[in-house]
């Protein structure tokens, strides 16, 4: 029988696998998952501050974290983050979908991280 008609052998490298797995695995590293603890609120105005956002989500559970991200002018950048102890807690908020704050009903919804950060968290536990 002719080697023409047969298909090619592959040949195998670990070297070449390896390099594939470790570029297969940086990539996956900034893929944004669910953060089961964070809740994102969106809409925050400049004047809250973070003692009223921990407040706004106390009734919810016990929070561990709050964080209003700001500009270099210290003005909101619209968003914040809360951290519960339980995710049970968090999952309570984001299946409300909203939270009040005086009069406005601001949305909310889980948080995301990149894998490589849950990862991280994973191992320190």
């Known amino acids: 029988m002719s080697e023409q ?5 592959k ?4 070297a070449a696998k390896m390099a594939e797995l470790k ?3 940086e990539d996956d590293a900034d893929v944004q998952v ?6 994102k609120v969106r809409k925050i105005q400049d004047e809250m501050t973070e003692a ?4 706004m ?11 209003i991200p700001r500009d270099e002018n210290q003005r909101s950048k619209g968003i914040g983050f809360a951290t519960f102890r339980r995710e049970e807690d968090a999952t309570k908020v984001a299946d409300i979908g909203y939270a009040r ?4 009903e601001l949305p909310v919804e889980k948080a995301t991280m990149s ?3 849950r990862d991280q968290m994973e191992v320190n536990k």
């Not at 008609?5 to 052998?9: I, N, T």
């Not at 040949?11 to 670990?14: A, N, V």
């Not at 669910?34 to 809740?39: E, F, L």
Request: no cysteine.
């Open 5 to 9: 008609g047969l298909p090619q052998k």
């Open 11 to 14: 040949t195998f490298s670990i």
């Open 23 to 25: 570029k297969r695995d």
């Open 34 to 39: 669910i953060d089961p603890y964070t809740i």
């Open 52 to 55: 009223e956002l921990y407040d």
């Open 57 to 67: 989500m106390a009734p919810f559970g016990e929070v561990s974290r709050v964080k």
């Open 101 to 104: 704050y005086d009069f406005y």
């Open 115 to 117: 894998k490589q950060r």
